[in-house]
């Protein structure tokens, strides 16, 4: 982390960031005027457009949204299959689920940090990092639930990754 202090009257805001220009990962957003000083912060590396905080942040909540599917999943196999004719019963039963509970709260979790996340990086360098979701899930599925992958499907995961890094790398 960098941290450049300027007193007030030797030098403005602007002059500090263009003779600052050169460094590497330096963003206008990451400076800040406070009362008579200028501090300008460099908060580490940059990844597909974010800084180190952003993409760790984007990181945490989509491991909270394979958390969450991971939970309602429990939920559902706690449940037993719906049916049609089983319909209202579940429902009841859906709503005193804890494990459907919790999941559902860590999705809210997953949604809160992607929406600061959106606050900070483009839509088009966080949205198709978002599919990491799918290789995290059929990994979480394998583990917690005893499910076989098929090679196709990890075949059909290896495409979408490379149409991923394919789209962040233009």
């Not at 009257?9 to 460094?23: C, E, P, S, Y």
């Not at 978002?130 to 290896?158: C, K, N, Q």
Request: with cysteine; aromatic share 8%.
């Amino acid at each position: 982390m960098l941290v450049v202090s300027v007193r007030s009257g030797a030098a403005t805001h602007d002059q500090v960031l263009k003779k600052l220009r050169g460094l590497p990962d330096l963003r206008a957003e990451n400076s800040r005027i406070l009362g008579n000083q200028t501090s300008i912060v460099n908060s580490g590396w940059t990844i597909f457009g974010m800084n180190s905080n952003t993409f760790l942040l984007l990181l945490g909540a989509i491991l909270c949204s394979v958390v969450g599917q991971v939970l309602l999943k429990a939920g559902a196999n706690a449940l037993g299959a719906v049916g049609f004719a089983n319909l209202g019963q579940k429902l009841i039963a859906m709503t005193t689920q804890p494990l459907l509970w919790a999941g559902l709260s860590i999705y809210a979790v997953s949604a809160l940090g992607y929406i600061i996340v959106l606050s900070r990086a483009k839509l088009s360098a966080a949205a198709p990092l978002v599919a990491i979701t799918y290789v995290f899930t059929v990994i979480a599925s394998m583990v917690f639930f005893g499910e076989t992958v098929p090679v196709l499907r990890w075949a059909g995961i290896s495409c979408i990754m490379a149409g991923v890094v394919m789209v962040l790398a233009a």
